[in-house]
């Protein structure tokens, strides 16, 4: 494709400036890390020695952490947690992020968001993931829990540019909550994304959604197997949806945007290299695209932009975070 370089550029340079809501599922990843000892006598397990743990935003959470990385903060977050003890842990973990958690809504009768992951690693070797613990509550949110969502994300939305609905499908995100987020949202003239793994068809009238293939897929009811394939699931959700765009992510094949009358752009992975952990790489892309939209840049080169962020942090371990000063310089090295 054919792409101006210093007009990428200058984009980058913009994105740092809109003010962006996360509203959705809000997870805290606890990552525990052990050196391997040697196999317990009470069951054929390892025995690790504990050498540190480490706390990182998940789920919705590493959306909200993408964008404070590259506007300085100016970034909220809506949702709910438990009220229980990692719940405190994740308001420190958004406060030293530097984001705005002050209208996240405690409900004792949920846990909140936790995904355990306990690694494991001797001197000759890598680290290893051994056991995941996911701590969560389920069924949607009750009806006194999703009125003060609601009442929240109506009292601050005018503060914000562009608003992101992060559905991880844990039960934040209700029928009345996205209704509301969307309409209120589109009233006031704001830029609305949604990062949604199924039922796509039910955010109607947003700015753009970013699926992957696979959710794509399911959502459209067929197997994508080509650009023919790709045309027809973009207007598929286009039609379903009536957003403005559509912007398919198709992992190592780059991604493909849809817009209104037949336009459409396969945008390919500029910078290609090894790839250590893809975890959270969708919401980098999804918190790029979002804060370069909510900048006034067209949607092909927004999708770029997060494209390159994403290529970014695939090279990090765990959900991880690039900065516009990384982003200008990984364009140095690109040719179109």
């Known amino acids: 494709m054919n792409l101006d370089k210093e007009k990428l550029i200058s984009c980058m340079k913009k994105i740092n400036t809109p003010k962006v809501l996360i509203v959705g599922d809000l997870a805290l990843d606890e990552m525990i890390y052990g050196d391997a000892e040697r196999i317990s006598r009470e069951a054929p397990v390892l025995i690790l020695q504990h050498t540190k743990t480490k706390l990182i935003l998940g789920g919705a959470s590493n959306a909200a952490h993408n964008v404070a990385t590259l506007n300085e903060g100016k970034v909220g977050v809506i949702g709910v947690c438990g009220d229980d003890y990692y719940s405190e842990l994740l308001l420190d973990t958004f406060n030293e992020a530097n ?102 068809d039910l955010y109607k009238n947003v700015t753009s959604m970013t699926p992957n293939l696979p959710d794509t897929e399911k959502s459209v009811g067929f197997k994508i197997e080509n650009e023919e394939d790709l045309k027809c699931a973009g207007s598929t959700l286009l039609t379903k949806t009536n957003a403005k765009s559509v912007l398919i992510t198709c992992g190592a094949d780059g991604m493909f945007l849809t817009k209104p009358n037949n336009d459409f752009t396969k945008i390919p992975v500029f910078n290609k290299s090894e790839v250590f952990d893809v975890t959270g790489a969708g919401d980098t892309v999804t918190a790029v695209y979002s804060l370069a939209l909510a900048a006034g840049i067209d949607p092909v080169y927004s999708a770029v932009i997060g494209n390159i962020a994403a290529s970014l942090v695939v090279k990090q371990f765990g959900c991880a975070t690039t900065t516009v000063e990384e982003l200008i310089s990984a364009v140095a090295d690109l040719k179109f």
Do not use: F, M
């Open 99 to 200: 984001i705005d958690c002050s209208k996240i809504v405690k409900d004792k009768d949920r846990k909140t968001i936790v995904k355990t992951r306990i690694s494991g690693s001797i001197t000759t070797s890598i680290t290893q993931q051994i056991v995941r613990v996911d701590r969560q509550s389920k069924g949607p949110i009750s009806v006194e829990t999703e009125n003060k969502v609601i009442n929240n994300i109506k009292n601050v939305l005018p503060e914000y540019d562009a608003v992101i609905l992060s559905n991880y499908h844990i039960g934040t995100l209700t029928d009345n909550v996205i209704n509301y987020t969307i309409d209120y949202a589109n009233k006031l003239g704001k830029v609305v994304v949604v990062d949604a793994q199924k039922d796509l």
